[in-house]
C-alpha cells in the first residue's frame, strides 16, 4: 500500500510538474511588443527619443554654447510616476540620459543615489588610497541644468474597450536662476480591446 501510495504521489507530482511548463521565446529588444497596453520598454524609448531630440534642439542650446563656449552640464532630476501603474522612472531616466550623452551636445552629471555612491568610495579613498591614486574633494562637476518631470495617465472604459493616454511633461530649468529654458510634452494613447 506504500508502494502504491508513493508512485500516486510521484506521478501527482510529475502531471503538476508538466502543467506548470511555459513556452518561452527570445525576440529582438527592437521589435515593439505591447501584450497589455500599459506603459513598457517601447514607450519608455519612444518618449525619451523624441523628448530628448526636441529639447536638444531648441535655441536654449545655442545660445548657451555662444555665451559660454562649452557644452552645457545636466542632471536628470525626478520623475514623478502619477498614474495607477508601477512604471519605472529609473529606467526612463536612463533612457534619457543615454539619448542626451549620444547626441553629444551636453554632459551628464550623476544624481540621486549613484552620486551618494561616487562621494562614499571618494571618502573611503581618502583613508584607503595611495596619495597617487587618491580622488580630491571639491572637484566635481556642477550641473548647469536639471531636468525635470512626470508621467500621468488617464483611462476611459466602456465594456471590453479602454482608451490608456499617457502624458510625459518635462522641464529643463537653469540652476543659477531658476530660469526654464525648455517644457516638453509627448502624449500616447492606446486602444485595448
Given at each position: 500500500?506504500?508502494?502504491?501510495?508513493i508512485?500516486?504521489l510521484?506521478?501527482?507530482i510529475?502531471?503538476?510538474?508538466?502543467?506548470?511548463?511555459?513556452?518561452?521565446?527570445?525576440?529582438?529588444s527592437?521589435?515593439?511588443?505591447n501584450?497589455?497596453g500599459?506603459?513598457?520598454?517601447?514607450?519608455s524609448q519612444?518618449?525619451?527619443?523624441?523628448?530628448?531630440s526636441?529639447?536638444?534642439?531648441?535655441n536654449?542650446l545655442?545660445n548657451y554654447?555662444?555665451?559660454?563656449?562649452?557644452?552645457?552640464?545636466?542632471?536628470?532630476?525626478t520623475?514623478?510616476n502619477?498614474?495607477?501603474?508601477h512604471?519605472?522612472?529609473e529606467?526612463?531616466?536612463?533612457?534619457?540620459e543615454r539619448?542626451m550623452?549620444?547626441?553629444?551636445?551636453a554632459r551628464?552629471?550623476?544624481?540621486?543615489?549613484a552620486?551618494e555612491?561616487l562621494?562614499?568610495?571618494?571618502?573611503?579613498?581618502q583613508?584607503?588610497?595611495?596619495?597617487?591614486?587618491?580622488?580630491?574633494w571639491?572637484?566635481?562637476?556642477?550641473?548647469?541644468f536639471i531636468?525635470?518631470?512626470?508621467?500621468?495617465?488617464?483611462?476611459?472604459?466602456?465594456?471590453?474597450?479602454k482608451?490608456?493616454?499617457?502624458?510625459?511633461d518635462?522641464?529643463l530649468?537653469?540652476?543659477?536662476?531658476?530660469?526654464?529654458v525648455?517644457?516638453g510634452?509627448?502624449?500616447?494613447?492606446k486602444?485595448?480591446?
Open positions: 500500500m506504500k508502494k502504491f501510495a508512485v500516486f510521484l506521478c501527482l510529475g502531471i503538476w510538474g508538466c502543467s506548470n511548463t511555459k513556452n518561452v521565446s527570445r525576440v529582438d527592437d521589435q515593439d511588443i501584450l497589455s500599459r506603459w513598457n520598454d517601447s514607450d519612444l518618449v525619451s527619443d523624441e523628448m530628448i526636441d529639447a536638444l534642439s531648441r536654449w545655442t554654447t555662444e555665451e559660454h563656449g562649452r557644452k552645457p552640464t545636466i542632471i536628470v532630476g520623475v514623478k502619477k498614474t495607477s501603474e512604471i519605472s522612472a529606467t526612463f531616466i536612463k533612457d534619457m539619448e550623452l549620444n547626441s553629444n551636445k551628464i552629471v550623476q544624481a540621486g543615489q552620486r555612491e562621494r562614499k568610495e571618494r571618502d573611503d579613498q583613508d584607503y588610497a595611495s596619495l597617487s591614486t587618491m580622488k580630491k571639491g572637484l566635481e562637476r556642477g550641473a548647469d531636468l525635470q518631470g512626470t508621467i500621468n495617465s488617464i483611462t476611459d472604459s466602456n465594456k471590453k474597450q482608451l490608456i493616454s499617457y502624458q510625459v518635462l522641464e530649468t537653469d540652476l543659477e536662476n531658476n530660469e526654464k525648455w517644457i510634452t509627448k502624449k500616447i494613447r486602444v485595448v480591446k
